[in-house]
Each structure stands twice: as C-alpha cells, then as structure tokens.
C-alpha cells in the first residue's frame, strides 16, 4: 500500500504560478500510474493531468493544456504539477491519485489518493 502526500499549494494572484508536488511513503511512486485532480466546492473530482510510469505518455484535460506541466522528479520520487497563467478558475482542492494501472482520467479507477493541498488564484 502506499500513502499519498500533496505539498506546494497555497494562495496566487491571477496570472501567478505554483508547484505541486506529490510524495509517496510505503512504496517507490515510480511503481504507479498517476493522476492529478481537482474539486472546486459543490463539485466532483475534476481531471487534471496524468503520468505514466515511464514519463512517456502524459495526458491533460483541455482547461489546462498548454499551462499545466506533468513531471516526475525519480530523484525525489515525486510526481510534480507546474501550473502556470492562473486563473480563479483555477481554485480547488488538488489532489494526487495513484493506480497500479493505467487509470487515465477516471478517478474511480484510481486506488489510492491523497488528503489534497488547497490552490486559492484570486482575480
């Protein structure tokens, strides 16, 4: 089993950028498939982004695509979000999710999941 850590988020003016950062404890996260999703309140977990093992196959949902950046830091063993060009349509609980398979943008396909770091862009 693995547990799931979010770190890096916090409050950014529109236009700012923040580094997410996902960090596994139990087992290496390199061993996983994962997701970055977000949910704004009132609504279910929104897809973000995602990872395969390898680094070679990312995939990003279209409100992101072009500011958003999915990495993984094997050094680290973290999973890193960059999110550039905020907007307050950016606000939500970010979280990281990890699958043994690959869980694409379905969170409930995605086993475990951390407890979610805060991401505030005010206009």
């Known amino acids: 089993q693995v547990q799931l850590v979010e770190s890096g988020g916090g409050l950014v003016q529109a236009g700012g950028s923040l580094r997410l950062s996902c960090a596994a404890s139990g087992r290496t996260l390199s061993r996983y498939y994962v997701g970055w999703f977000r949910q704004a309140p009132g609504e279910e977990h929104e897809f973000v982004a995602s990872?395969?093992?390898?680094?070679?196959?990312?995939a990003y949902a279209d409100s992101v695509k072009g500011r958003f950046t999915i990495s993984r830091d094997n050094t680290k063993d973290t999973v890193n979000l960059q999110m550039n060009s905020l907007t307050p349509e950016d606000t939500a609980v970010y979280y990281c999710?990890?699958?043994?398979?690959?869980?694409?943008?379905?969170?409930?396909?995605?086993?475990?999941w951390g407890q979610g770091t805060q991401v505030t862009v005010s206009s």
């Open positions: 990872i395969d093992w390898d680094a070679d196959s990312t």
């Open positions: 999710a990890a699958s043994a398979y690959a869980a694409l943008r379905y969170p409930r396909t995605y086993r475990y």
